[in-house]
């Protein structure tokens, strides 16, 4: 997921993690080359968000929901997130909470953002068609039980 966010690396200056929990994709991030100081993460469980607080202390650490992101991101960031990185449960979502996140996120990305999604299975994880996306699968494990991909999510165009 690292690999492919900091592929994806739209003209923003700010990646956005969704549900960052303990923080090991967070760490791959920074890992990976993206500063700290560049990354906000949303988390909805209070205690995880206090851990992250602690543990990640450039970053910016919100304590909301994802369907929130444009309400909730500090004034002037709207279009200014190159990447939104996302593990939440999509598939097992209800339709109506994963479109809101989708939206949310695609609201505030820039022009040429992308949303990386993990997920398991072959499929894509979302309905390109009904959202306006384009997407395309950027890494396979076949080997993880059960299979998992990421995704990358851009606006379809034309």
């Not at 339709?95 to 499929?123: H, K, M, W």
């Amino acid at each position: 997921m690292a690999r492919a966010a900091q592929m994806a690396n739209g003209t923003g200056d700010l990646t956005i993690e969704l549900g960052p929990g303990t923080g090991s994709v967070t760490r791959a991030l920074i890992a990976a080359g993206i500063s700290e100081e560049r990354l906000v993460l949303v988390e909805r469980d209070r205690h995880l968000h206090a851990w992250l607080e602690g543990h990640f202390p450039r970053a910016t650490v919100l304590h909301s929901d994802a369907r929130r992101l444009d309400e909730i991101l500090p004034a002037g960031q709207a279009g200014h997130v190159s990447t939104v990185v996302s593990s939440l449960p999509l598939n097992s979502l209800p339709r109506t909470e994963r479109n809101e996140i989708v939206r949310a996120a695609f609201r505030v990305l820039s022009q040429d953002g992308c949303l990386v999604q993990y997920s398991y299975g072959v499929p894509s994880p979302l309905p390109c068609e009904t959202l306006g996306l384009s997407g395309k699968r950027v890494a396979f494990a076949a080997a993880n039980l059960p299979p998992a991909s990421v995704w990358c999510f851009s606006r379809a165009f034309g």
